[in-house]
């Protein structure tokens, strides 16, 4: 067994082992949890940097940017949770996996001084609303990787460009993943 998939392997038995305590998610067994979690965060990776900061926001358990984060190491992770008992779970995360991240207990839009490479994004809101919202937060010419429905048409917001759509598997069925390029810095 490799030393990612060992790590993905105890990321998974951490998240179900405090599932239920901190309402993580449904899902009790995990090769199901694999399935609907792990293999669409790790279809990401096409798009991944192999270095740079990695910017997940609404991180809940930690999908996608945990599992990235362990796939890619030359990543650094800011994962950005709201909820409090859900962000230190990401910091529980973070030490025993261990992973190079750090953990934001705020509001993206109250996020400051990160400087990301690349965004992802599971299920927070549209991409148009999560672009605008996350436009300080990323570099110029950074990309944001987000996955949505198929029919999702395309976003256009300032200081964005669309750079196309992929269809990616997700558990016996697929999905779209959205890629935007930010055009211009924040000011």
Not at 58 to 64: E, I, L, T, Y
């Amino acid at each position: 067994m490799s030393d990612t998939e060992s790590r993905l392997s105890q990321y998974v038995e951490e998240t179900l082992r405090f599932s239920r305590a901190l309402n993580l998610t449904s899902v009790k067994d995990a090769a199901l949890f694999r399935r609907r979690f792990i293999e669409p965060s790790l279809a990401l990776l096409a798009w991944m940097p192999e270095r740079g900061t990695l910017l997940d926001v609404g991180s809940g358990m930690g999908v996608p940017g945990v599992p990235l984060l362990l796939a890619r190491p030359g990543l650094r992770g800011v994962l950005v949770e709201r909820r409090k008992k859900r962000a230190e779970f990401l910091r529980h995360l973070a030490r025993v996996l261990p992973l190079e991240a750090e953990v934001l207990d705020c509001d993206v839009r109250e996020a400051r001084g990160v400087t990301a490479d690349v965004l992802v994004a599971r299920a927070v809101t549209r991409p148009g609303e999560l672009l605008t919202m996350c436009a300080p937060l990323v570099a110029a010419g950074g990309l944001a990787v987000l996955p949505t429905a198929l029919d999702m048409p395309p976003a256009e917001v300032a200081g964005w460009r669309y750079d196309g759509a992929a269809r990616v598997p997700l558990d016996g069925s697929e999905q779209a993943v959205q890629r935007y390029r930010r055009t211009e810095g924040f000011t």
